[in-house]
């Protein structure tokens, strides 16, 4: 039986807004997330169009390269 996984989520907000006790929870949980799965969802960043088409861009040519280069990183 395969094992079903959730992309944990996090919303900014609660780092740049939140009590301290918040802020420590969502330091909490990114540092779980990329420890135990590597990468996790991140909600209510104001980020500009381009540079989300130039990360897109380049997280494309990353994963078009050879897997030994991959591996490297």
């Known amino acids: 039986m395969a094992v079903v ?3 944990p989520s996090f ?7 939140g009590t301290k006790s918040i802020r ?3 330091i909490k949980g990114v540092g779980d ?3 135990d799965l590597g990468f996790f969802s991140l909600s209510n ?4 169009q ?3 088409s130039d990360y897109y861009q ?7 390269e050879p ?3 991959k591996k490297k990183y």
Do not use: M
Request: charged share 25%; proline share 0%; glycine share 0%.
């Open 5 to 7: 996984r959730h992309i």
């Open 11 to 17: 919303n900014w907000l609660d780092y740049i807004s």
């Open 24 to 26: 420590q929870s969502f």
């Open 33 to 35: 997330a990329l420890r």
């Open 45 to 48: 960043v104001n980020l500009e």
């Open 50 to 52: 381009k540079f989300l």
């Open 58 to 64: 380049e997280v494309s040519r990353f994963f078009a």
């Open 67 to 69: 897997t030994e280069l």
